[in-house]
């Protein structure tokens, strides 16, 4: 047989039932992917862990919040799987657990039965439980800055001033009080009250609360205790020559630092009432202060009595006041 012959042969057996001979060469293909693909596979996630604590008690250990988890399998099942979302490995703890090693073992977890848990990590945790108590403690107000100048803060409370913490008995045994959050007063003219939080840094211990603490703040303007020097005094409400001895007094004075330093001095006087006298003579008296602000308090005034001497006016002085007034009216 000849080259040609043998060239023809050939295509015709090629030709013959082609579709169906490709068609067995797609499923052949396919099946061979399929099989190389869906091989074994090793691939790893991450599950939550979720320890349940028996009543009355607290876990002091240092827990784990996920495990590592490693699984085989072939690759079509791991597809379906999915194992990056885990659902979380729950620990039920019990009072015997107490100050133990307690196993993470697959049977936590709920896995399909054509994949296999290879590797946990960590396969166990130390656990501690401690006896879980109450204490009840004062509440530490914390504030920071200053008011504004001339202000002062005048008092700082808390409402409930003490509250009842619960955690382990440890714990607790080091806590002799818990600060509120830290409130800013700087620059502040009016006193304040505010719900605030409780900075508890352990997060063992809880506060047993019906409703927030609320943080109060007075601020009143600052008080401050002045002496005012050289005051006048005179006697009033007489008809006689007087002369007072000393004829000005020392004040100490006390009040609002903004009000003390705003007093117009040239209006307070200290006067000596001498209304009941009845005849000319030498008296120690005592002197009252006038127009001082109503916000400003007298502490002391030195001396505390003095001299007045009251002479009769002379008659040549009597007439001259009259032609005083005389030459008033008539202007």
Not at 103 to 121: C, F, K, N, Q, Y
Not at 161 to 181: H, I, K, N
Not at 241 to 267: F, H, M
């Amino acid at each position: 047989m000849n080259r040609g012959a043998l060239i023809n042969l050939a295509r015709r057996a090629m030709l013959k039932n082609f579709f169906l001979k490709f068609i067995a060469i797609i499923l052949a293909l396919s099946l061979y992917i399929w099989v190389s693909e869906d091989r074994e596979t090793v691939v790893a996630g991450y599950a939550p862990v979720q320890f349940v604590v028996p009543d009355g008690l607290s876990l002091v250990s240092e827990p784990i919040d996920r495990a590592k988890i490693t699984f085989r399998g072939r690759w079509s099942d791991i597809n379906r799987f999915d194992p990056s979302h885990l659902d979380p490995i729950r620990i039920d703890l019990s009072p015997t657990d107490k100050d133990s090693v307690v196993s993470i073992t697959s049977d936590r977890l709920a896995v399909p039965p054509t994949i296999r848990v290879t590797d946990i990590e960590p396969s166990s945790i130390y656990v501690d439980l401690e006896r879980e108590t109450f204490k009840t403690v004062p509440v530490r107000p914390r504030v920071s800055g200053d008011p504004r100048e001339s202000y002062t803060v005048e008092d700082i409370s808390t409402s409930p001033a003490t509250v009842t913490l619960r955690g382990p008995e440890s714990r607790l045994e080091e806590m002799d009080s818990v600060s509120t959050e830290r409130v800013d007063v700087s620059n502040r003219t009016e006193s304040l009250e505010r719900p605030v939080r409780l900075d508890i840094s352990d997060g063992l211990v809880n506060a047993e609360l019906d409703g927030p603490v609320e943080l109060s703040v007075i601020i009143a303007t600052e008080e401050i205790t002045e002496t005012l020097a050289e005051i006048p005094v005179e006697a009033v409400n007489t008809a006689y020559q007087t002369t007072v001895e000393p004829d000005d007094a020392e004040l100490t004075v006390r009040g609002p630092k903004s009000v003390i330093e705003d007093l117009n001095l040239d209006l307070i006087r200290a006067e000596i009432d001498l209304s009941d006298e009845s005849g000319p003579g030498t008296l120690s008296r005592s002197a009252e202060v006038v127009n001082l602000h109503p916000d400003v308090e007298l502490v002391r005034i030195y001396p505390e009595r003095f001299r007045v001497v009251a002479e009769a006016v002379a008659a040549d002085d009597e007439e001259d006041d009259e032609a005083d007034e005389e030459e008033t009216d008539s202007l």
